[in-house]
């Protein structure tokens, strides 16, 4: 039995997920030690736990409740389909699962995999959409470098993680579908006590925060107080914007918050409608 009072969190030992597993929980103001060499840390400062794990294992952990979370692919989640929860996503290690075959071959849709032979290092995710599109194709299972095996005459296809599509390209294959968008998500076990439920939903708030401050810039700018008013629309903020009178009479500064995705558009605008002085600064948390 795990100690109660403690959340156990699995994270991926080395891997394309670790470091940014870690920033974030760091970000979250979570002190521990994060040598990876250990397989255990405890936190100083909040009651949490860690094990560092493959990436393979963690959602086998967390469905047998040696671990409570874990933060993992979607890919390797839905590849494993144990009972877990997927609890949030995390906006990093974005890739995708895709079909890929050799680049002098005219694509012409689905077809072309009929009764074809794909290697994967994902069979069940493959099955699972190949069914869905009434297509019957061998699934030659790999667990590594997927993608030489058209080459070496093991498959005509191959279902693999892309991410710059670089490694299909210097191996002479071109990606042709996409089988699913993944980053890296939270899972968690399903049945959780209370305690660790109201630990699970502390940690959330403050992933929440560093997540949203991300997001967002904070700027500020000078506006002449005739085009107050116009400015003032351009701006979403958190309620309505700051405004702070100048030396000069005739003019006004202007403090909000802007998202990352309409950032440019918002900046260029203002500065149509006369705002001078603009500054954008990072967000560190953000609480709403
Ligand atoms: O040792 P352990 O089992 O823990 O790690 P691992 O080697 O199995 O996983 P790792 O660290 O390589 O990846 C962990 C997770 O990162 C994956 O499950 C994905 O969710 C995510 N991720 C993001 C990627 C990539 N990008 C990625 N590019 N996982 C793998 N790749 C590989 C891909 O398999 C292919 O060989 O990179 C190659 C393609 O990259 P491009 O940029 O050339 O397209
Ligand atoms: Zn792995």
Redesign the pocket.
Known sequence: MTNNSILRLAI??????SEDSLSLIKESGIKFSSDTAKLKSKSRNFPIEFLFL???DIPDYVADGVADIGIV?E??ALEKGKNIDNLRKLGF?K?RLSLAIPKEIEYQGLSYFQNSSIATSYPKILKGFLTKNNISADIHEISGSV?IAPSIGLASAVC?????????MSNGLKEVETILN?EAIIIGNQSLSDEKKSILDRLIFRIESVQKGKNNKYILLNAPNHKLEEIIKLLPGMRSPTIVPLADKNWSSVHSVINEDEFWEVIENLRGAGAEGILVVPIEKMIL
Request: glycine share 12%.
């Open positions: 991926q030992r080395k891997g394309r997920l493959r990436d393979d692919g890919n390797v290690s890739c993608e693999d993680i892309v991410s710059s599509g670089s490694t299909l993944s």
